[in-house]
């Protein structure tokens, strides 16, 4: 694991690599991705982190960014993905702190792919603005944000998917998904589709729901408590988010660090 | 010894009483079959018991091993060995149900069960009662057939052991061969733990299988007729007529039935003035 304390610029080895962020200081950092890489990002601490992402045509990167801050966490990232790159960024955001992210993915070049996923367990206030846009013909861009949100968590999901005139044949698609558990949480997600070609492709699908009493009632009976079930419940809700990433050790990382911190704080 | 002792038992729902004072008593390694036409409070009964939160209990009491059931949330009763096979059993998209049963089993334990263990008790289970291997590995009833779901339910019990089994109806939506089966396991399981069982069911054949030594009728809210499985036979044949007429009582359905009815056609205005003149 390759600690991050102070700003660098790194450039990944093929293969799977992992960082630790935990600096005091504000950081800025950028990543050049020359070969297929995976990368696990695992945020331990820092204030407000700036990450510019270069994926070179042709490779293929696949990215976990794990927030474990027990601090609030101000992101900004942006993610240039060149003709025939292929980006998956998957956000693992079920830590008790508040966070503040903004993405910027731009699909550059011709047949470029870009998905970005999150899992979130929401205890606090988790603020996300997420913007993928399809700059050049037969790109393909794709969100999808699952969200469990429990006691005293807000919830807010801005997902503005944009294909620029001119870029054909481009798809632009995003699903949006959250459970809430309690009365009088907000949970607000505002999806977005700008399109300004006519030949192209877009979708966007969202629910917000509630947890059925019928349904915990059913599992409570069996001897499981409240907190028990909240955590099951959230389990299932949020693990689809794992088959986003292509690398295995990847989708056991995220799998792993999900079910720790969940049954953490469902039974807080 | 666990008996289950129930006290002027009243529950409403929705503000509307469906139980109106019920009094019974079940003890270890007793069969109860609980009859009555539909709509009478047969299903409350077993959810009131079993703690549903829709259900609720405005008098009388409940105690099962000595212990206030009312005062305790429905997690601890089922710890205590409560147990209910519900009628129409929840899906749970997400939660595999070897997750499920892994959770439950280890909260009546002080040690987490043996990975190893708990898959071979898994198997043998899912074996007993004739199910698809895949089981363990898929969503909780998520798309089960109705048959799969009751047979799931007694999956559960078996994996759990309880000492109060209450069965809602579990006969409905099994075929012949299922039906079997599950009464097996039930009996297997009974010859085993000498656990009592509360069963309702409309039909003779599954009371045949399991053979209560006590039958009860729940008519409107309340326990009217006890006896031997003799009572289960005779309403198989006969209906409940004959109990209407011998205890002289009215099913809370047919009670209903004798609100004043408008037909279409019938002038309300008219129907209300002639009442009146009438008094």
Known sequence: ???????????????????????????????????????????????????????????????????????????????????????????????????????????????????????????????????????????????????????????MIDAVGKIVKGAKRSESHQTSRALCFEDGQKSTILPELLIDENDVQASHAMSIGRMDEDQLYYMMSRGLTLAQCTSLIATGYLMPITDTLPNEELKASLKQEMERKIEELCSM | MKSLVIKDLHVSVEGKEILKGLNLTVNENEVHALMGPNGNGKSTLLAAIMGDPKYEVTGGSIEYDGKNLLEMPVNERSVAGVFLAM???????????????????????????????????????????????????RFLNEGFSGGEKKRNEIVQMEMLRPSLSMLDEIDSGLDVDALHVVADELNNLRKETGMSVIAVSHYERFYELIQPEFTHVLIDGRIVVSGGPEIAAKIDQEGYDWIYKEYNVQPASKAEEKRPSLSIGACAVRESVKGQTRQ
């Not at chain 1, 601490?45 to 990450?51: E, M, S, Y």
């Not at chain 1, 993405?103 to 792919?113: D, F, I, P």
Request: proline share 3%; net charge negative; glycine share 4%.
């Open chain 2, 87 to 137: 009628q129409y059993p929840q899906e749970i998209p997400g939660v595999t149900n070897s997750d499920f049963l892994r959770a439950a089993i280890n909260v009546r334990r002080e040690t987490p069960i043996s990975l190893f263990s708990f898959i071979k008790s898994m198997e043998k289970t899912i074996n007993d009662l004739q199910m698809k291997e895949d089981l363990a590995h």
């Open chain 1, 1 to 155: 694991m390759i600690p991050i304390h102070v700003n660098q610029d790194f450039l990944p080895d093929e293969g799977y690599t992992a960082y630790e962020i935990d600096s005091e200081r504000n950081l800025d950092l950028s990543f050049r991705f020359e070969k297929d890489c995976d990368v696990f990002i695992r945020l331990v601490r820092a204030k407000n982190v700036r990450i510019r992402m270069f994926v070179n045509e042709g490779v293929r990167v696949g990215i976990l960014l794990w927030n474990n801050s027990e601090e609030k966490t101000v992101m900004d990232e942006t993610y240039e993905v060149m003709k025939d790159a292929d980006l998956v960024v998957a956000y693992g955001e079920c830590n008790n702190a508040e966070t503040k992210r903004n993405t910027y993915v731009a699909l550059r070049g011709n047949h470029a792919h870009a998905l970005v996923s999150s899992a979130s367990l929401v205890s606090v206030r988790k603020d996300y603005h997420i913007d993928v846009v399809n700059f050049a013909p037969h790109t393909y861009g794709d969100m999808k944000n699952y969200a469990v949100v429990l006691k005293d968590g807000t919830l």
